[in-house]
């Protein structure tokens, strides 16, 4: 049996202050990668000549400039050049851990019954609001392999998976990880899990970025047809209350009491579960009751507006429907990558 190899593929754009952090971290790794594949997609502040300058000086490491890629296509196109047999896959901006990659592909060395390999995430914080944003962003895989899946921050899985399920879906700009990993998972290939295999990152540093994150994850979730719009009517009509009729109380006080009812009943079906789920995590630190109700409820409403758009989107703007049932159905085809 042939030995297996390995590939670590990341897609950057502009990433000259981080770049050196994640090839370091690619070189010192306790296990080394066959191969380093660094797709740029058209970056303008130096993050080549940094690429260039590691290129040099390790032959593990090739880079690829596809300018105006998304992520979706930026990783297509490093795993159609890789020659390895695993992908192991993060993002720029990411920091993995010395032992990650031993950790995250003894999975698949260990055995065949696994296609995919999921890691965790470890959040990197200068302040309160960047911890309890990225502690709401974290939530760990799923125990039931039936349930688990895999996302492009921290995975690694057999290139054949990959070409079985058609690549990444490229005409997502968001949630291509979750369709390819659900893609994988109806072609019946199992995900295992690494809790050892660990990769940092900082979230969005502000609300307003924190907003349109969750807007977009939304977005990409309604875009794949996987929008629950029960839900997003029920949270975005509770919202036009307590919304509404906080405007309305400028004219009658008795609105805002109503604004106030609503306000509370959120914070109690909402806001509560998190609070106490954080605690019992080990986050009832000083902020916890002032960043998390806010984090929280602006979730929810740009998520589910979010949702509500992208499924628009999904039923009357063309190509996402179609494209989607392509890929489905596994008629949609990839681009073809050359040099």
């Given at each position: 049996?042939?030995?297996?190899?390995?590939?670590?593929?990341?897609?950057?754009?502009?990433?000259?202050?981080?770049?050196?952090?994640?090839?370091?971290?690619?070189?010192?790794?306790?296990?080394?990668?066959d191969e380093i594949i660094i797709v740029d997609g058209?970056?303008?502040?130096?993050?080549?000549?940094?690429?260039?300058?590691?290129?040099?000086?390790?032959?593990?490491?090739?880079?690829?400039?596809?300018?105006?890629?998304?992520?979706?296509?930026?990783?297509?196109?490093?795993?159609?050049?890789?020659?390895?047999?695993?992908?192991?896959?993060?993002?720029?901006?990411?920091?993995?851990?010395?032992?990650?990659?031993?950790?995250?592909?003894?999975?698949?060395?260990?055995?065949?019954?696994?296609?995919?390999?999921?890691?965790?995430?470890?959040?990197?914080?200068?302040?309160?609001?960047?911890?309890?944003?990225?502690?709401?962003?974290?939530?760990?895989?799923?125990?039931?392999?039936?349930?688990?899946?895999?996302?492009?921050?921290?995975?690694?899985?057999?290139?054949?998976?990959?070409?079985?399920?058609?690549?990444?879906?490229?005409?997502?700009?968001?949630?291509?990880?979750?369709?390819?990993?659900?893609?994988?998972?109806?072609?019946?290939?199992?995900?295992?899990?690494?809790?050892?295999?660990?990769?940092?990152?900082?979230?969005?540093?502000?609300?307003?970025?924190?907003?349109?994150?969750?807007?977009?994850?939304?977005?990409?979730?309604?875009?794949?047809?996987?929008?629950?719009?029960?839900?997003?009517?029920?949270?975005?009509?509770?919202?036009?209350?307590?919304?509404?009729?906080?405007?309305?109380?400028?004219?009658?006080?008795?609105?805002?009491?109503?604004?106030?009812?609503?306000?509370?009943?959120?914070?109690?079906?909402?806001?509560?579960?998190?609070?106490?789920?954080?605690?019992?995590?080990?986050?009832?630190?000083?902020?916890?009751?002032?960043?998390?109700?806010?984090?929280?409820?602006?979730?929810?409403?740009?998520?589910?507006?979010?949702?509500?758009?992208?499924?628009?989107?999904?039923?009357?703007?063309?190509?996402?429907?179609?494209?989607?049932?392509?890929?489905?159905?596994?008629?949609?085809?990839?681009?073809?990558?050359?040099?």
């Amino acid at each position: 049996m042939q030995a297996e190899t390995i590939a670590i593929i990341s897609t950057v754009l502009n990433e000259r202050i981080s770049i050196k952090n994640l090839l370091d971290a690619f070189l010192t790794q306790t296990r080394k990668a066959d191969e380093i594949i660094i797709v740029d997609g058209g970056s303008t502040d130096g993050t080549l000549e940094v690429l260039q300058e590691y290129m040099r000086n390790d032959p593990s490491i090739r880079y690829i400039v596809a300018k105006g890629v998304n992520i979706a296509q930026g990783r297509n196109i490093a795993i159609a050049h890789a020659n390895a047999s695993i992908i192991a896959a993060t993002d720029g901006g990411c920091h993995p851990e010395p032992t990650w990659l031993e950790e995250l592909v003894k999975p698949l060395l260990d055995t065949l019954d696994f296609a995919a390999v999921s890691g965790l995430r470890k959040v990197e914080f200068v302040n309160p609001f960047e911890l309890f944003a990225g502690a709401l962003s974290t939530s760990g895989n799923s125990p039931n392999e039936h349930d688990r899946v895999f996302h492009g921050r921290n995975s690694a899985f057999r290139k054949s998976l990959w070409t079985a399920t058609g690549g990444y879906p490229e005409w997502l700009y968001t949630a291509e990880d979750t369709l390819f990993a659900q893609k994988a998972k109806s072609l019946g290939y199992k995900v295992a899990l690494a809790s050892n295999a660990i990769v940092s990152w900082r979230p969005r540093p502000n609300l307003k970025k924190l907003a349109k994150q969750y807007f977009l994850y939304g977005r990409g979730t309604g875009r794949i047809a996987k929008a629950d719009l029960t839900a997003a009517f029920y949270h975005l009509r509770t919202h036009a209350i307590w919304i509404g009729t906080f405007l309305l109380g400028f004219y009658s006080f008795w609105f805002w009491l109503i604004s106030l009812a609503t306000l509370t009943f959120m914070y109690l079906s909402l806001v509560s579960p998190v609070l106490n789920n954080l605690k019992k995590q080990g986050y009832d630190k000083l902020g916890l009751y002032t960043y998390v109700p806010i984090i929280v409820m602006t979730r929810s409403l740009y998520n589910n507006i979010g949702q509500l758009y992208g499924y628009w989107e999904y039923s009357h703007v063309e190509p996402f429907k179609k494209n989607h049932d392509l890929y489905c159905s596994g008629h949609w085809k990839m681009a073809n990558f050359e040099d």
